[in-house]
């Protein structure tokens, strides 16, 4: 059975990115035990480098960890932010600059675009510091170009060193209000599209949990205090009176199978300017 490591990015004193009140280690842990659960309820074997809120090393050692351990492949779940500036929205994956798996990069890049904007996979140098935007042959499900060059990222570059692939995601902008709740409205959905991914790329039958919970006894005390906490705290935003507990709630009694709105229809007349000017969808431009 296909071998995946699933990190939750940041953990313990380490809280990664925040925005309106919370904290994306939070939100990675989240995703990455709902992740892991459904995995394994689908036959993959799952390794879990951070399964609680603990700092369990630098994105460096985490490399070295995961090469240690020698899975098929790697996934590390994060939050991006533009440093509070709510500049950006939308979804990136950032990939080994020589190799890649885009079996996965590919399927997931087309679930997130449908759940909000997708804005691009990329790797990046460490010595130029030069991203690379990369572009998947749709035929081939190969990227059109590969990098000789050392990865910049600690966590890929590391893995790499061990021979393995690790693909760092970036499901959407904590400090960008919209693509915050646009993620909080859809979450069970974003967890699916991973999982979904990772069913195409190892050739795994995939099929859809019923709930969040799916398949995963280890997380539902966790997500039942969860479900409590959100049900006392209806997700709005006090500055402009809109309150998005409406878009919010079906998803709390029906996990899967429900669309929610996505980011242009959840928020049409609050932030027309930032949906024209910042987020464009993929293919969205060349570097
Ligand atoms: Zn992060």
Do not use: W
Request: net charge neutral; with cysteine.
């Amino acid at each position: 059975m296909p071998h995946i490591v699933v990190d939750a990015g940041h953990g313990g004193h380490d809280s990664g990115a925040q925005g309106f009140g919370h904290k994306e280690k939070d939100i990675n842990l989240r995703v990455a035990q709902k992740v892991s659960a459904r995995l394994r309820k689908l036959g993959f074997q799952v390794t879990e480098l951070r399964p609680d809120d603990t700092f369990v090393g630098s994105a460096s050692e985490r490399g070295r960890k995961v090469a240690e351990i020698q899975p098929d492949f790697a996934i590390s779940i994060h939050a991006n932010s533009s440093g509070g500036t709510g500049k950006f929205a939308g979804a990136e994956i950032i990939v080994p600059l020589a190799k890649s798996v885009a079996r996965f990069e590919y399927p997931l890049r087309e679930k997130f675009a449908e759940l909000n904007n997708f804005r691009m996979i990329f790797s990046k140098e460490s010595k130029t510091q030069n991203l690379r935007e990369r572009e998947i042959n749709p035929e081939t499900l190969r990227f059109t170009r590969t990098y000789d060059a050392i990865d910049y990222y600690g966590i890929i570059r590391e893995a790499r060193k061990g021979g393995v692939n690790l693909d760092i995601i970036e499901m959407f902008y904590i400090d960008n209000e919209g693509d915050l709740y646009t993620f909080l409205n859809q979450e069970d959905e974003y967890v699916e599209a991973i999982v979904y991914a990772l069913c195409q790329a190892f050739d795994m039958k995939y099929s859809r949990g019923r709930n969040a919970s799916d398949g995963g006894e280890s997380i539902d005390i966790k997500q039942s205090q969860h479900e409590a906490q959100r049900s006392s705290f209806p997700y709005s935003h006090g500055n402009n009176g809109v309150t998005h507990l409406q878009s919010y709630q079906p998803l709390m009694s029906s996990s899967y199978g429900y669309r929610t709105s996505s980011y242009a229809s959840v928020y049409p007349s609050i932030y027309p300017a930032l949906v024209q000017s910042t987020v464009h969808r993929y293919p969205s431009r060349r570097i």
